[in-house]
């Protein structure tokens, strides 16, 4: 027997049962971002290594070490996207998007591949759901990228949200604090691992990405205050959360694990993580538009890692992704549900397709089943609902509807369902 082929390491199957909560999670996101204004965009999966070089930055782990890079057959260095930040902006720029409006907002969501070591919550392809608001002036996007962020993952039901925020500094300043990081890590340097002697050379902000042990106490010690105290419009952001209730925790060493930043930058937390515990990481990045040969552009945005999202959401997810799914039940004769039968068909077909448009996920079961096997199908689903459609309900125009929760069930006629099934969904 030839050797079976497996999947490669740190790169899932989703499969029925799990794909329910995926989709729903999806639902939800393009709900609340289109409801905000931002339009969906979807780029390649592969891009010139550039375009990451050059934006996320060489001594950043994700280039230097974490990229799925190689020559394709042309010769053309290509890679898989380890983030989707810098392809909207390669898009934007290459389309012209700027000339067309003032400003943009996008989401988007799918894959990104990062070639990390696999365990729980690291993942060489993941996915993404994530916004970026492009050439809006002045500092209320700040608030409304957090603001946004925290809400979608409350109305969600995210448990223990833990919101950290830093100040990175205006350009200017961000060199200057290069400098001075520089100073005090360069006396260190004995104290520090051989990544880090490298990060020192190419960008010092990169040694707070170091997870060594050993490098660990240098890093905390960092005077931070001196270096870089906190600027006025990061304190104007703060002071905003406060109003809106938004509970935050200023971290000095957050510096993010992408060069492109500038000013604020902030992630997300949740319970039940364990050591990944971030959830969801962004920031402003005025730079990037600039370093890509677009003219200078206010940017910031942000992502949420899918997997940890559904990680934290736990039974949550599953709940919701089922309480919009219905089983249909049809327990009429092969000879009913034949073409020749056509208003049974038109029936449920007409039914479904109506359902399917208020946003309820209806599934059509096997007619050749016995209600018996139905139920225990619809179980499996752990549909909410059953319908049961017999033969004289399909003369009357009236389905039983079956809550699978506490096993009651009632006829309705067929302007009645809807309705019903409209109030659950509320
Ligand atoms: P990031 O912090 O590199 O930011 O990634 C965002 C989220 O993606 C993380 O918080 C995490 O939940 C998830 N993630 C990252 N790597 C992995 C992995 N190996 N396995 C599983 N999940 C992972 C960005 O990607 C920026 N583009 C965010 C951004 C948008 N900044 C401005 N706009």
Request: some cysteine; overall charge positive.
């Amino acid at each position: 027997m030839s050797k079976k082929i497996e999947a490669l390491r740190g790169m899932d199957d989703i499969l029925p049962g799990e794909i329910e909560k995926w989709q729903w999670l999806e639902e939800q996101a393009r709900l609340f971002f289109q409801g905000y204004g931002f339009k969906e965009i979807r780029t390649p999966l592969l891009e010139h290594t550039d375009l990451f070089s050059r934006s996320i930055g060489e001594a950043s782990d994700i280039v230097h070490k974490e990229m799925f890079s190689f020559e394709d057959r042309g010769g053309r260095h290509v890679t898989l996207r380890p983030e989707m930040t810098a392809s909207v902006a390669r898009c934007v720029i290459e389309k012209g998007l700027l000339s067309q409006a003032k400003s943009l907002r996008f989401f988007y969501m799918g894959p990104m591949f990062r070639a990390e070591r696999p365990q729980a919550g690291r993942k060489r392809q993941f996915h993404q759901i994530g916004i970026e608001i492009i050439n809006e002036a002045g500092q209320a996007p700040d608030l409304e990228s957090i603001r946004l962020l925290h809400f979608f993952l409350k109305s969600l039901g995210v448990p223990g949200l833990k919101l950290r925020v830093n100040d990175l500094g205006d350009q200017a300043q961000q060199q200057k604090t290069a400098e001075n990081l520089r100073d005090y890590f360069s006396k260190q340097k004995n104290s520090l691992c051989k990544d880090c002697h490298y990060r020192l050379e190419k960008n010092v902000l990169r040694i707070f990405d170091c997870k060594n042990e050993s490098c660990q106490p240098v890093i905390d010690q960092a005077p931070w205050e001196k270096i870089a105290p906190l600027g006025q419009d990061f304190q104007a952001i703060i002071e905003r959360l406060k109003t809106w209730e938004i509970p935050f925790e200023v971290k000095r060493r957050l510096v993010r694990g992408l060069d492109y930043y500038n000013g604020l930058v902030f992630e997300v937390a949740a319970d039940g993580l364990g050591a990944q515990d971030a959830l969801a990481g962004g920031g402003r990045y005025d730079r990037l538009y600039s370093d890509l040969g677009e003219k200078s552009t206010p940017a910031i945005g942000f992502s949420i890692g899918m997997e940890r999202l559904l990680t934290a959401l736990g039974d949550t997810a599953a709940d919701k992704a089922r309480e919009n799914l219905i089983y249909f039940a049809p327990i009429v004769s092969e000879e009913e549900f034949s073409d020749k039968a056509k208003n049974i068909c038109q029936l449920l077909s007409q039914t479904i397709s109506k359902l399917g448009a208020l946003g309820m996920k209806p599934v059509l079961g096997d007619p050749k089943l016995k209600l018996d096997d139905h139920l225990k199908r619809a179980n499996k689903m752990r549909a909410r609902y059953v319908i049961i459609l017999g033969s004289d309900e399909a003369k009357n125009k009236q389905w039983t509807l079956k809550d699978m929760d506490n096993k009651s069930q009632k006829v309705v006629s067929h302007g009645q369902l809807f309705s019903e099934l409209k109030q659950v969904n509320v």
